[in-house]
């Protein structure tokens, strides 16, 4: 129990605070805003971390990469496959979030007044001009705007790469960048204790102005999202390991899937179910290189639960602001968003929800919205995460050694 408590007592506390917030602010009223700027000073130290959070943490990634050797077909189905599951994660996220509105958004006029939001688009702009402006900016001081969040992914990509080709000429600024790195992660984990003041202070300002609305908006997102899981891992990971294994496959799916599971639950961590979900993924018939790579990998590319996780995210600003967007922007953002950035511990993925933020055209102001979202779905997310590359697994195997891989 106590090793459970210690594995999830970040979301406990911050839990607390949403809800304590939330009585506060239906006790109070009208009288909880006043607690407003507790929650902006938050907000302000997340983004004054952001920027070169993102810069550093994607650079830090293309340095880190060691030379391997190309492990060729192996590799090419492991990202053939994780493309296609994270589509369907996608379709399911949609179909999960279309049977009801996640969150009514009441006064429109207020919300906009309060987030600082109207959804405009600028019609002078053509798709190639509209691309060409959110993966770049002509002036380089732009790219230390929050604003501009994808230029400075790209920006970081480039540079990251560039240090890796001076390869012994640049070893310093290497180890510069990564002991940047390691400074900003530090940080975050200072302002993160103060999360619970400043998200809990957030809460009641919102229960304060839009009454229960938007607290039952959060439990909707919750009870839905949960339901959610439990059908993609009863039901789609077995249609996964039917496919990859058949029958004797599907049996020795379910027989090993269970410590991964648990591991993930008490741990709500990826990167700690790794050694027990490889050895899952052995025990289950996996030959030994596509285990030891679709899991490392999956931990950071294959993440189905975090995919649905940011549909939820998304539609539930859609219904907020009442804004308009196509299911393929949403599709495509919810997929780059988590796919293609790195995953930071820090409500559920800062850098990716502010990329959701950009890429939608939402106000950076509503972070705190998708971070309490992020909090109360880690759980379910987790699982649904790690359990997805132990199935997965075995639709790799077949595509990569026949039919026969398990026999």
Same mark, same amino acid.
């Given at each position: 129990?106590?090793k459970?408590?210690?594995?999830?007592? %970040?979301t406990?506390?911050?839990?607390g605070?949403?809800?304590?917030?939330?009585?506060?602010?239906?006790?109070?009223k009208?009288?909880?805003v006043?607690?407003?700027?507790f929650?902006?000073l938050?907000?302000?130290?997340?983004?004054i971390?952001?920027?070169?959070?993102?810069?550093?943490t994607?650079?830090?990634?293309?340095?880190? &990469?060691?030379? $391997?050797?190309?492990?060729?077909?192996?590799?090419s189905?492991? +990202?053939?496959?994780?493309?296609i599951?994270? =589509?369907? @994660?996608v379709?399911?996220?949609?179909?999960?979030t279309?049977?009801? %509105?996640? =969150?009514?958004?009441g006064d429109?006029?207020?919300?906009?007044?309060? +987030?600082?939001y109207?959804?405009?688009?600028?019609?002078?702009?053509?798709?190639?001009?509209?691309?060409?402006?959110?993966?770049?900016?002509?002036?380089?001081?732009g790219l230390f705007?929050?604003?501009?969040?994808?230029?400075?992914?790209?920006?970081?990509?480039?540079?990251?790469t560039a240090?890796?080709m001076?390869?012994?000429?640049?070893?310093?600024?290497?180890e510069?960048?990564?002991e940047?790195?390691?400074?900003?992660?530090?940080?975050?984990?200072? !302002? &993160?204790?103060? @999360?619970?003041?400043?998200?809990?202070?957030y809460?009641?300002?919102?229960i304060? $102005?839009?009454?229960?609305?938007?607290?039952?908006?959060?439990?909707?997102?919750?009870?839905?999202? $949960?339901? !959610?899981?439990?059908?993609?891992y009863?039901?789609?990971y077995?249609?996964?390991?039917?496919?990859?294994g058949?029958?004797?496959g599907?049996?020795?799916?379910?027989?090993? !899937?269970?410590?991964?599971?648990?591991?993930a639950?008490?741990?709500?961590?990826?990167?700690a179910?790794?050694?027990?979900?490889?050895?899952?993924?052995k025990k289950?018939?996996?030959?030994?290189?596509?285990?030891?790579?679709?899991?490392?990998?999956?931990?950071?590319?294959?993440?189905?639960?975090?995919? #649905?996780?940011?549909?939820?995210?998304?539609? +539930?600003?859609?219904?907020?602001? %009442?804004?308009?967007?196509?299911?393929?922007?949403?599709?495509?953002?919810?997929? !780059?968003?988590?796919?293609? =950035?790195?995953?930071?511990?820090?409500?559920?993925?800062t850098?990716?929800?502010m &990329?959701?933020?950009?890429?939608?055209?939402?106000?950076?102001?509503a972070?705190p919205?998708? $971070?309490? #979202?992020?909090?109360?779905?880690?759980?379910?997310?987790?699982v649904?995460?790690?359990?997805?590359?132990?199935?997965?697994?075995?639709?790799?195997?077949?595509?990569?050694?026949?039919?026969?891989w398990?026999?």
């Open positions: 129990m106590k459970i408590f210690k594995n999830y007592k %970040q406990i506390i911050l839990l605070a949403i809800i304590i917030g939330g009585i506060i602010g239906f006790i109070f009208e009288d909880a006043v607690l407003k700027p929650g902006d938050f907000i302000n130290m997340m983004f971390i952001i920027v070169p959070l993102i810069f550093l994607i650079a830090s990634s293309i340095i880190k &990469m060691e030379d $391997t050797k190309r492990l060729g077909k192996v590799m189905r492991i +990202f053939i496959v994780f493309i599951t994270s =589509v369907v @994660a379709v399911i996220g949609l179909i999960g279309s049977f009801t %509105q996640l =969150v009514s958004s429109v006029k207020e919300i906009t007044r309060l +987030f600082d109207s959804a405009r688009i600028d019609t002078e702009l053509n798709l190639l001009d509209r691309t060409v402006s959110l993966i770049s900016v002509n002036d380089f001081s705007s929050k604003d501009n969040i994808i230029a400075i992914l790209v920006f970081a990509l480039m540079f990251g240090i890796r001076g390869k012994n000429k640049t070893k310093k600024v290497k510069l960048v990564l940047l790195n390691e400074i900003m992660l530090n940080l975050i984990k200072i !302002v &993160m204790y103060y @999360a619970p003041i400043g998200l809990g202070a809460f009641a300002a919102l304060a $102005t839009y009454g229960g609305e938007i607290a039952l908006g959060f439990i909707k997102t919750f009870l839905i999202y $949960t339901v !959610v899981s439990i059908l993609v009863i039901f789609l077995s249609l996964y390991a039917y496919l990859g058949g029958k004797k599907l049996k020795s799916y379910w027989k090993n !899937v269970i410590p991964p599971t648990v591991t639950l008490a741990t709500c961590s990826s990167a179910s790794i050694p027990v979900n490889i050895e899952a993924v289950i018939g996996v030959s030994d290189d596509i285990a030891e790579s679709i899991v490392p990998l999956g931990t950071s590319f294959h993440k189905e639960g975090s995919v #649905i996780g940011s549909v939820f995210k998304i539609m +539930f600003l859609v219904h907020l602001f %009442q804004a308009d967007a196509s299911i393929f922007k949403i599709a495509l953002v919810a997929i !780059v968003a988590t796919l293609l =950035v790195s995953a930071v511990p820090v409500g559920g993925g850098i990716s929800e &990329m959701i933020l950009s890429m939608m055209g939402f106000p950076a102001a972070l919205i998708l $971070t309490i #979202i992020a909090t109360i779905i880690d759980a379910p997310a987790t649904l995460n790690v359990v997805g590359d132990t199935s997965t697994s075995m639709l790799v195997a077949r595509s990569t050694d026949g039919i026969d398990n026999k």
